[in-house]
Nanobody, 114 residues
Framework: QVQLVESGGHLVQPGESLRLSCVAS????????MRWYRQAPGKAREFVAL???????VFADSVKGRATISRDDDKNTMYLQMNSLKPEDTAVYYC????????WGQGTQVTVSS
């Protein structure tokens, strides 16, 4: 059974950093296309970053230069490091795994506010 559990979201001030985690079970993340998405209040869910099985990484323009995506295969966990956070980064962040189909976590709330 595929399961994705995000954590690490919390309230931060503008300019601060945080790291989100996505613990996967039921499959090996090393073999999957892993992505982060986010959804702000009243807005559609949007792509943030991905890491492929070949370790290719892609970032949305909105986070490029401020975000790093990585994977710990031993822990079967994916991470999203976000730096220089802005109020517009406030959203629920979701982990996604594309295997035979798309699987989603429950999300973790990130709030950037002074």
């Amino acid at each position: 059974q595929v399961q994705l559990v995000e954590s690490g979201g919390h309230l931060v001030q503008p300019g601060e950093s945080l790291r989100l985690s996505c613990v996967a079970s039921g499959f090996t993340i090393r073999r999957a296309l892993m992505r982060w998405y986010r959804q702000a209040p009243g807005k559609a869910r949007e792509f943030v970053a991905l890491i492929s099985s070949a370790d290719t990484t892609v970032f949305a323009d909105s986070v490029k230069g401020r975000a790093t995506i990585s994977r710990d295969d031993d822990k079967n966990t994916m991470y999203l490091q976000m730096n220089s956070l802005k109020p517009e980064d406030t959203a629920v962040y979701y982990c996604n795994a594309k295997i035979t189909s798309d699987f989603w976590g429950q999300g973790t709330q990130v709030t950037v506010s002074s």
